[in-house]
């Protein structure tokens, strides 16, 4: 279907057949792409902790028409459309997203060389996907991604862990998960809590990063300083752009889309 906010850009849903269950998708094509006998590397998008497809709300349809790419998105197993989980996730549930359910999703999409774009947790998953594959990941752009639990992350967590709590709050959720709300909520607050998990880092995961990155974080982001894409920036491998936005908090994709769809478009341009 054509998508009404941005003409000329087609977007389709998809499912991914899981062992654990059925991972929803959507993607969004630009006019000419489809043709295309050398088309461009896809971008994949990483959402967040609370995040899914729909919560991306009409960025992706916009990436699509400033790139030139197509664009796909994917909920997690647990969260949006795709299949509820039972358990909560291990507590390497960062990395395992790269080992256990990208590379499925990857293979069912069709999906060769990709850029890998990862929003707050997701842009450590988009890390470990442009560590496990190499050349294969094109370009890594991270945005207001955790390095690791800092202690700014852990109380404004702490913080939103007690606001869900309000019934209200969580109906909120419930449009976009459904039913599986409080597991999603669970998931993010028990994990990143967990007195174990204060010992996860990407600091040995970065340094296998060859791809290009770039690091977006907004200088008031509540869930991390500006620590964290320093370092993505600096341990990389690859040639590094950190870009650090003034008056913006933890969703620059959605505080400042003009902003960050420019920074995107000239990255990618500028490495060919």
Excluded at 12 to 25: K, N
Excluded at 54 to 72: H, K, Q
Excluded at 76 to 81: A, H, T
Aim: hydrophobic share 40%; proline share 7%; aromatic share 10%.
């Amino acid at each position: 279907m054509t998508d009404l906010n941005t003409p000329g850009i087609h977007s389709c849903d998809h499912w991914i057949e899981h062992p654990q269950g059925r991972i929803f998708a959507r993607s969004w094509t630009p006019p000419g792409a489809a043709g295309n006998p050398r088309p461009q590397s896809p971008i994949v998008l990483f959402h967040d902790s609370l995040g899914c497809v729909e919560l991306w709300r009409d960025f992706p349809a916009a990436l699509s028409a400033a790139t030139g790419r197509r664009v796909l998105a994917y909920d997690r197993l647990g969260f949006g459309r795709s299949d509820p989980r039972r358990d909560l996730p291990a507590l390497d549930f960062v990395a395992d997203e790269a080992a256990s359910y990208f590379p499925i999703v990857r293979e069912q999409l069709g999906i060769g060389r990709f850029v890998a774009f990862g929003h707050s947790v997701g842009g450590g998953m988009a890390v470990n996907c442009a560590a496990a594959f190499g050349a294969e990941c094109e370009v890594l752009i991270t945005e207001s991604a955790q390095v690791f639990p800092e202690e700014r992350t852990l109380s404004s967590i702490a913080e939103a862990k007690e606001q869900f709590r309000d019934d209200t709050q969580l109906k909120r959720l419930e449009r976009y998960h459904g039913d599986k709300a409080r597991w999603v909520v669970d998931a993010w607050t028990e994990s990143w809590l967990h007195p174990e998990f204060a010992a996860w880092t990407l600091e040995g995961v970065l340094p296998r990063v060859t791809s290009p990155v770039l690091a977006i974080h907004g200088i008031h982001d509540e869930y991390g300083t500006t620590t964290h894409p320093e370092m993505i920036g600096n341990l990389s491998s690859g040639p590094s752009r950190v870009e650090i936005l003034p008056d913006t908090y933890h969703v620059p994709h959605r505080e400042r889309p003009a902003v960050v769809l420019n920074l995107v478009a000239e990255f990618l341009d500028s490495i060919g």
